[in-house]
Each structure stands twice: as C-alpha cells, then as structure tokens.
C-alpha cells in the first residue's frame, strides 16, 4: 500500500479515512518525537497494514468500543495504548484516562474524556490546532428512535467549548477536518431543541 491512502492535514498529523465496506473508522497519525500517536485502529486490512508497516514505536489512542474504531488492535502491536474505562472493558490492557493528561512528545498531545451520546466512555485527542474527537458528537438510538441524551450533550459541549483546537475531526464525515464553531454550532442547535421534562432530545 502506497502513502497517497493517507491524507496529510500538516507537518505532523495525517489520517487514513474511513472506509464503508468494511466499516472501519478514519485513522489518525501524529508523529511525535520518539512515537507515533494513532487516533484509533480501524477495522480493515488497509489500516492494519498501514499501522505495521510504520517503524517507530506505536501509541494507540482508541476513541471508543465500537469495532470500527478499535477491531484491529490484537492485530497491530501497539507499544502502549490509551483508552477510556468502558473500553477498556473489551480490551482488558492499556492506560485508562479518566481526566486530562498532557504528554510531551516532542509534540503536545491532550488525552480527555470526552461524554457522548454515541458511545459511553469515549476520549479524544488535541494537538495543536486539530482535536480528534471520534464518533462522540453523534446521537445513539433508543427505542428505534435517533437521540441524545440531554445532559451528556450539555456536558460534551462544555468539554468541546474548552478545548483550544481551532478544528474538529469527526470520524466518518467526509468532510473529517470541521471548523470547531460550526460543529459547536450544530450540537447547540440540537440541545435547543430539548423538552426540559425529559432526558433524551428525539430527533
Ligand atoms: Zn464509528
């Protein structure tokens, strides 16, 4: 496989993107000093030999539990791995964030829970201008019905609101690279619309 499959955003950061068949969520790649920081594992082969072909030390990041995101981390050896609590879970090793962690590697990389609607226990990763944040803006589905749950959504805006990054990177959205405002703008839009005698806003 060929590096054309990566996108680069700058010096530093670039991505595999997603793909539909097989589902597998966008890859993040940092290149920090003495590792290389990936924003999830993905699920297909394209991203597992991407992953193992790189020769530095390897820092998993997973986003959440969903086996688009994390499905290939038996298979990529992975030199540390940082998760959330409930994913942990399914992967039963790595370190588990439960608050913001600032590591220096060369570049600046801030691990943070991230609360989500989507996926319990999900984190993300800023560095610099760019915050990798998952699947964790997306809504979940209850009783068939596509939703959010209201006071998780008024808490990951909060989390968002203090982030300095100046773009979000949703997994899955074509358009991965989001200028933060707008993707603020639209969860507020959403939070707008709740019934304050109920926990879930029904889309
Ligand atoms: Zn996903």
Same mark, same amino acid.
């Given at each position: 496989?060929?590096?054309? =499959?990566?996108?680069?955003?700058?010096?530093?950061?670039?991505?595999? @993107?997603?793909?539909?068949? @097989?589902?597998?969520?966008? $890859?993040?790649?940092?290149?920090?000093?003495? +590792?290389?920081?990936?924003?999830?594992?993905?699920?297909?082969?394209?991203?597992?030999?991407?992953?193992?072909?790189?020769?530095? @030390?390897?820092?998993? $990041?997973?986003?959440?539990?969903? @086996?688009?995101?994390?499905?290939?981390?038996?298979?990529?050896?992975?030199?540390?791995?940082?998760?959330?609590?409930?994913?942990?879970?399914?992967?039963?090793?790595?370190?588990?964030?439960?608050?913001?962690?600032?590591?220096?590697?060369?570049?600046?990389?801030? &691990?943070?829970?991230?609360?989500? +609607?989507?996926?319990?226990?999900?984190?993300?990763?800023?560095?610099? #201008?760019? !915050?990798?944040?998952?699947? +964790?803006?997306?809504?979940?589905?209850?009783?068939?019905?596509?939703? *959010?749950?209201?006071?998780?959504?008024?808490? #990951?805006?909060?989390?968002?609101?203090?982030?300095?990054?100046?773009?979000? &990177?949703?997994?899955?959205?074509?358009?991965? $690279?989001?200028?933060? =405002? #707008? $993707?603020? !703008?639209?969860? #507020?839009?959403? *939070? +707008?619309?709740?019934?304050?005698? =109920?926990?879930?806003?029904?889309?």
């Amino acid at each position: 496989m060929l590096m054309e =499959e990566t996108v680069r955003i700058n010096e530093i950061i670039s991505y595999l @993107p997603a793909s539909e068949n @097989p589902l597998s969520a966008d $890859v993040g790649i940092i290149k920090g000093k003495n +590792s290389v920081w990936l924003f999830d594992v993905g699920c297909s082969s394209a991203a597992e030999e991407l992953i193992n072909r790189m020769d530095k @030390p390897k820092i998993a $990041v997973i986003s959440h539990f969903h @086996p688009d995101h994390m499905a290939n981390f038996e298979k990529v050896k992975s030199d540390e791995i940082y998760l959330g609590a409930n994913t942990f879970k399914y992967v039963k090793r790595g370190n588990i964030v439960e608050t913001d962690l600032f590591i220096d590697d060369g570049v600046k990389i801030h &691990l943070f829970p991230l609360p989500s +609607s989507h996926a319990k226990g999900s984190l993300g990763l800023e560095t610099g #201008e760019y !915050a990798f944040l998952g699947d +964790s803006t997306y809504a979940t589905m209850k009783q068939g019905r596509v939703c *959010y749950n209201a006071s998780v959504l008024k808490e #990951e805006i909060s989390v968002l609101k203090n982030l300095s990054a100046k773009y979000f &990177l949703i997994s899955h959205d074509k358009n991965f $690279v989001r200028k933060r =405002e #707008e $993707v603020i !703008a639209e969860l #507020e839009e959403i *939070y +707008s619309k709740r019934d304050p005698k =109920e926990s879930y806003i029904w889309l």
